[in-house]
């Protein structure tokens, strides 16, 4: 799946209540869970931040019937949210993890602001990869927590020196260790170097499985 540019801001809960609404209008067979409070089997590979663009999104939709991709396409074609894309359809082993286990990172596209010269942006981005640690705080409620972002950068690197110049980075998604924030790895590139970056846009290209990563 694909969100683009200027799709409505909507926060997880509200995400997920619009794909389960689209895919109820699609008359997809969803298997739903069992409780007091039953809900459509359908999940998110990780939570995209407000307004951020992304194309190469997962969900997972687990199915009572075994549909083929195209009558899956044909029947969610003009019914998904506003602002999303449908990319890819592809059959998963039923039996298999869930979806939201797997994900263990995600490539992320960012543009930054005239000024800074590439050869400082690069040397910056290996800086980082270089650096055995990198401390970092962030919020964590009403407390403030330092954190070691190098442990969640796979990688960084300058992909187009620009006008505009873009940097690429793959960080990684822990749950102890949190979630590194390509907003975050741009603010490390600047403290290290003494560089004034701003950044004007961030997309995230693809989520990544662990055995992609490995």
Same mark, same amino acid.
């Given at each position: 799946?694909?969100?683009?540019?200027?799709?409505?801001?909507?926060?997880?809960?509200?995400? *997920? %209540?619009?794909?389960?609404? *689209?895919?109820?209008?699609?008359?997809?067979? +969803?298997?739903?869970?069992?409780?007091?409070?039953?809900?459509?089997?359908?999940?998110?590979?990780?939570?995209?931040?407000? %307004?951020?663009?992304?194309?190469?999104?997962?969900?997972?939709?687990?199915?009572?019937?075994?549909?083929?991709?195209?009558?899956?396409?044909?029947?969610?074609?003009?019914?998904?949210?506003?602002?999303?894309?449908?990319?890819?359809?592809?059959?998963?082993?039923?039996? @298999?993890?869930?979806?939201?286990?797997?994900?263990?990172?995600?490539?992320?596209?960012?543009?930054?602001?005239?000024?800074?010269?590439?050869?400082?942006?690069?040397?910056?981005?290996?800086?980082?990869?270089?650096?055995?640690?990198?401390?970092?705080?962030?919020?964590?409620?009403?407390?403030? +927590?330092?954190?070691?972002?190098?442990?969640?950068?796979?990688?960084?690197?300058?992909?187009?020196?620009?006008?505009?110049?873009?940097?690429?980075?793959?960080?990684?998604?822990?749950?102890?260790?949190?979630? @590194?924030?390509?907003?975050?790895?741009?603010?490390?590139? @600047?403290?290290?170097?003494?560089?004034?970056?701003?950044?004007?846009?961030?997309?995230?290209?693809?989520?990544?499985?662990?055995?992609?990563?490995?």
């Amino acid at each position: 799946m694909a969100r683009d540019p200027g799709a409505p801001p909507l926060a997880q809960r509200e995400l *997920a %209540e619009t794909w389960e609404a *689209a895919i109820d209008a699609a008359g997809l067979p +969803v298997a739903w869970t069992e409780g007091a409070r039953p809900r459509p089997r359908i999940s998110f590979g990780a939570p995209l931040p407000l %307004e951020m663009p992304a194309e190469g999104e997962l969900i997972d939709v687990v199915l009572t019937e075994r549909w083929p991709a195209w009558r899956v396409r044909e029947a969610l074609e003009g019914r998904v949210p506003d602002g999303w894309r449908l990319i890819e359809l592809t059959d998963v082993w039923l039996g @298999g993890p869930p979806l939201a286990g797997r994900v263990a990172a995600a490539d992320y596209r960012i543009t930054l602001g005239p000024g800074p010269e590439p050869a400082a942006l690069a040397r910056a981005a290996a800086e980082l990869l270089a650096a055995e640690r990198i401390d970092r705080r962030r919020a964590k409620g009403t407390e403030t +927590v330092r954190y070691d972002l190098r442990t969640l950068l796979l990688d960084v690197r300058l992909a187009t020196p620009g006008p505009p110049p873009i940097v690429v980075a793959r960080t990684r998604f822990h749950p102890e260790l949190g979630t @590194g924030r390509p907003e975050e790895v741009v603010a490390a590139m @600047g403290e290290r170097t003494g560089l004034d970056l701003e950044v004007t846009s961030i997309v995230r290209e693809r989520l990544l499985l662990l055995d992609e990563i490995r």
